[in-house]
């Protein structure tokens, strides 16, 4: 797993990049459609920590902190920024929530706002609680405008890690509680399919949000 990166790196190098995000969104074109898999390809050769996939995104049927249902496919339509962490984690977690943070404060005072949604989910739906989830997002600076943090019923503990497990990450059980794990960002298109993963903490953001402006305008 890739060194963490400081929560004060993370938000220096973020806040480079609110500018661009704007620049991006109001620039965007139905045209930009044409040139996704040129972008996709570019940014392959420049960002070391992407891998470029093109498959169906697995779906699921999970639950917010009020316990109403929320399905993956119910964002068709959209792009979806999706990671799996949880709230008790002591480490690389609660930078993956401030990396995500940082993106979701570039993008939303922009017109892709309304066009992506991030998800969180927890891979410790015992403890997270709903009580836990709905601290969390005010807690790591996510605007619940378009960031959801989703669960499993207590009743069926490892549903979310199982389902980790079909995005490519395990989160194996340690002491104390903690689980061992990697770190991943999940780009999913507006028809459902699985783009990209963001592999680590050292991913350049903006070459993300350039990712994630190209993939609003992509129409096929």
């Keep these: 797993m890739p060194a963490p990166t400081t929560r004060s790196q993370a938000d220096h190098r973020l806040g480079g990049v609110m500018a661009l995000g704007l620049s991006l969104a109001l620039l965007a074109t139905p045209a930009a459609a044409h040139s996704l898999k040129g972008l996709e390809d570019a940014l392959f050769k420049r960002e070391r920590y992407v ?3 093109n498959r169906p995104a697995p779906d699921f049927t999970l639950e917010d902190a009020d316990g109403r249902p929320v399905r993956l496919a119910n964002f068709k339509g959209r792009v979806v920024v999706l990671y799996f962490i949880y709230a008790s984690c002591p480490d ?5 929530s401030a990396a995500i943070a940082g993106i979701q404060r570039a993008i939303n005072p922009t017109p892709m706002k309304d066009l992506i949604q991030f998800i969180a989910v927890t891979t410790d739906p ?3 609680t709903p009580a836990v989830m709905r ?3 005010a807690t790591h600076g996510l605007d619940d405008a378009n960031w959801k943090f989703l669960t499993s019923s207590t009743d069926k503990p490892d549903a979310t890690r199982k389902i980790a497990e079909l995005y490519g990450l395990k989160f194996t059980p340690g002491d104390g509680g903690h689980l061992m794990h990697g770190v991943v960002t999940h780009l999913i298109d507006k028809s459902g399919n ?4 963001y592999h680590g903490l050292k991913f350049n953001p903006t070459n993300m949000i350039v990712h994630i402006n190209a993939l609003t305008n992509d129409y096929h």
Aim: glycine residues 6%; positive net charge.
């Design 194 to 197: 699985l783009r990209a993963r």
């Design 126 to 128: 015992v403890r997270d």
């Design 92 to 96: 690389v977690c609660p930078l993956h």
């Design 135 to 137: 601290s969390y997002g």
């Design 51 to 53: 891998e470029i996939v």
